[in-house]
């Protein structure tokens, strides 16, 4: 079954630091997005991203992130200069159409120290 | 605000127990309700529903939406250990761009 792939699966990293984190989404799917979840609380939306730009932001997504599509494959996470509130697992998930649901990948732990 | 609530938020239940988890909404026009399953990291899949009144059924799962009340339920027959997990409600925004989700219910079934 076509599965969406995220790396690393855990990333520490020291606060200031940037990182990027990886997805590759599954080969036909149209629609992308990020979603975060701090330990213990609920999944929270991040960003959408269809047709090579950013289609929803919410409020979290200020401007130490980004995301990039750089190539037909791969859909990226910036955070430049991470912040200890930064930790969170962090999940990719991508989509065929709206309305269909779609499927995560199986995250990255990101631990800001 | 939380535009999506679960309850109970856990739930401890005897192998065997038949338990019905509830999620209900502020959404108005939204496109869909998911309702997946979170083990050890990504959540997984279960039903995706859209009209109300119809039931999905997936084995011993089966989940329902009811638009009047705003709320959608998800029964488990016959837990299993292997259902220990959190369940999570997702609704889909009007513009399609993002799933609201609400805070889990931590379902642990016990032998």
């Known amino acids: 079954e076509p599965e969406v792939t995220q790396t690393p699966s855990h990333q520490v990293t020291q606060m200031g630091q940037e990182v990027i984190l990886r997805c590759v989404p599954i080969?036909?799917?149209?629609?992308f997005y990020w979603y975060r979840q701090i330990l213990g609380q609920k999944v929270e939306f991040l960003v959408s991203?269809?047709?090579?730009?950013?289609?929803?932001k919410s409020e979290i997504f200020d401007d130490q992130f980004s995301v990039e599509r750089p190539d037909g494959s791969n859909f990226t996470l910036k955070i430049r200069s991470t912040k200890l509130e930064d930790s969170a697992m962090y999940f990719c998930?991508?989509?065929?159409?709206?309305?269909?649901?779609?499927?995560f990948g199986s995250g990255t732990r990101l631990t800001v120290v | 605000e939380d535009k999506v609530v679960q309850s109970p938020l856990s739930l401890v239940v005897h192998e065997g127990d038949t338990v019905t988890l509830n999620c209900s909404y502020e959404v108005t026009n939204f496109r869909s309700l998911l309702w997946y399953k979170q083990e050890k990291k990504a959540p997984t899949f279960l039903f995706m529903l859209?009209?109300?009144?119809i039931e999905k059924k997936s084995g011993r799962l089966s989940s329902i939406l009811d638009k009047k009340e705003l709320s959608s339920i998800l029964n488990i027959t016959a837990t299993q250990t292997g259902d220990s997990a959190i369940y999570l409600c997702?609704?889909?925004?009007?513009?399609?761009?993002?799933?609201?989700f609400g805070t889990g219910t931590s379902l642990t079934v016990i032998p």
């Open positions: 859209t009209s109300s009144g």
């Open positions: 998930a991508s989509g065929l159409r709206q309305g269909a649901g779609y499927t």
């Open positions: 080969s036909n799917h149209l629609y």
């Open positions: 997702a609704v889909e925004a009007p513009t399609g761009n993002q799933f609201y």
């Open positions: 991203f269809y047709n090579n730009e950013i289609s929803e």
